[in-house]
């Protein structure tokens, strides 16, 4: 079975300062890997992904995550903290061996932007 | 191209009534999902659809959930004899299909509220 934890509920940055939200996997196969952002009353947006290709991955407005397998992680990053950063980020994962690719939620992480 | 739509937005009905929600999915997905996302559950996989391959409904959480998907586009997902413990957003998504991390599309959910 598969399972991601976000070891974070929540995490306050100041904007202009490093963001950093972590996540761990749990897999029997090799896994995909995903970043989603869900801001406020929208819909659920994919950040990054993950799919055994090059370990760190690159996404859109700025962020960016590495895989490290020997670490089961997959914590996402961002050099400086926009206030339009501030939403719930969610780590997930899928196993996707089978063409059945249900994805598995984390908890998620609630970023807040400080001005 | 449109994206992943739902109907309606939001539901409110009486606890015991039955209930429908409507996704329609980017055309050509042949992959289509249906998740909840509820207050102390997070986000959870309901049922999957591939094709006209026998859906996986693993995740449907009792006998009272059904979902169809009719000609290989548009599904239905049925709640019947509402619980209160039923209010939840219903989120759906498709994707291309097959294995490799191929990115889900999430719609805007429908919002259910049992009362």
């Known amino acids: 079975a598969q399972s991601v934890t976000q070891l974070d509920s929540h995490v306050s940055v100041s904007e202009g300062t490093p963001v950093l939200l972590r996540c761990n996997y749990s897999s029997s196969y090799s896994p995909s890997l995903f970043w989603y952002v869900q801001h406020p009353n929208k819909g659920l947006q994919l950040l990054l992904k993950y799919t055994s290709a090059a370990t760190l991955v690159k996404g859109i407005n700025g962020f960016e995550a590495e895989f490290k397998k020997s670490e089961t992680s997959f914590h996402l990053t961002k050099p400086s903290a926009h206030m339009s950063d501030a939403a719930e980020y969610f780590c997930?994962?899928?196993?996707?061996?089978?063409?059945?690719?249900?994805?598995?939620f984390g908890t998620g992480t609630r970023l807040t932007i400080i001005p | 191209g449109a994206g992943v739509s739902q109907s309606p937005s939001n539901k409110v009905t009486e606890k015991g009534k039955d209930v429908e929600l409507r996704c329609d999915p980017i055309s050509g997905h042949t992959a289509l999902y249906w998740y909840r996302q509820s207050l102390g559950q997070g986000l959870e996989f309901l049922i999957y659809f591939q094709g006209n391959s026998a859906p996986d409904k693993s995740g449907l959480p009792s006998d009272r959930f059904s979902a169809e998907r009719t000609g290989g586009s548009v599904s239905t997902l049925t709640i019947q004899r509402t619980q209160q413990e039923d209010s939840a957003v219903y989120l759906c998504?498709?994707?291309?299909?097959?294995?490799?991390?191929?990115?889900?599309?999430f719609g805007p959910g429908t919002r259910l509220t049992v009362l």
């Open positions: 997930v994962v899928s196993d996707g061996n089978f063409g059945n690719e249900k994805l598995t």
């Open positions: 998504a498709s994707s291309s299909g097959g294995a490799g991390g191929n990115e889900q599309f």
